[in-house]
T-cell receptor, first 115, second 114 residues
């Protein structure tokens, strides 16, 4: 079945360490997104990419980086510059069909904690 | 800027109807969505409505849109314990350079008790 796979499900980061969250989709979607979710908060957009080799900053990009070398993959790196990384991270993808934007599909998330 | 507001909690008895409300500020909203999130999982799209519609029904779910008041609601008929989850309202328009990226509310935690 097609879908979005995020890994790992749980991740721990030490002080000063960069960590990378994986997101892979086999839905043939052009656009991919990363969101951060904190308790009692909505989803906040970190980065998004509408096409391979191109991406844009979202609302809270500081301390994060991404790459989009393949259509299927959109990894997110949480750098040591992100001072409060503990959160639930969600990856999503979407397509455009007949010039109509389609809803986003989400992965099951990665929970990142500081050691 | 864009803003989407929801109440944080709703408690209902099993078998009753649940109504989750949402208000938004962007009058250029094109799509309005309802997503469901179960504990430790991602968001699952429940339903969505175009801004030129005022109602959409899908089995136990009914979405009502009052575009004049910028008010969206989700009614779940015959609510079951399996409906307990967080429900997110979201709206999108072509505001980010033509990209329809949703703005999400904070989510409403629906608690269904026997």
């Amino acid at each position: 079945d097609g879908g979005i796979t995020q890994s790992p499900k749980y991740l721990f980061r030490k002080e000063g360490q960069n960590v990378t969250l994986s997101c892979e989709q086999n839905l043939n979607h052009d656009a991919m997104y990363w969101y951060r979710q904190d308790p009692g908060q909505g989803l906040r957009l970190i980065y998004y990419s509408q096409i391979v080799n191109d991406f844009q900053k979202g609302d809270i990009a500081e301390g994060y980086s991404v790459s989009r070398e393949k259509k299927e993959s959109f990894p997110l790196t949480v750098t040591s510059a992100q001072k409060n990384p503990t959160a639930f991270y969600l990856c999503a993808s979407s397509s455009t069909r007949d010039r109509v934007e389609q809803p986003q599909h989400f992965g099951d998330g990665t929970r990142l904690s500081i050691l | 800027g864009e803003d989407v507001e929801q109440s944080l909690f709703l408690s209902v008895r099993e078998g009753d109807s649940s109504v989750i409300n949402c208000t938004y500020t962007d009058s250029s909203s094109t799509y309005l969505y309802w997503y469901k999130q179960e504990p430790g999982a991602g968001l699952q799209l429940l339903t969505y409505i175009f801004s030129n519609m005022d109602m959409k029904q899908d089995q136990r779910l009914t979405v009502l849109l009052n575009k004049k008041d910028k008010h969206l609601s989700l009614r779940i008929a015959d609510t079951q314990t399996g409906d307990s989850a967080i429900y997110f309202c979201a709206e999108s328009n072509a505001g980010r350079g033509g990209s329809y990226i949703p703005t999400f509310g904070r989510g409403t935690s629906l608690i269904v008790h026997p």
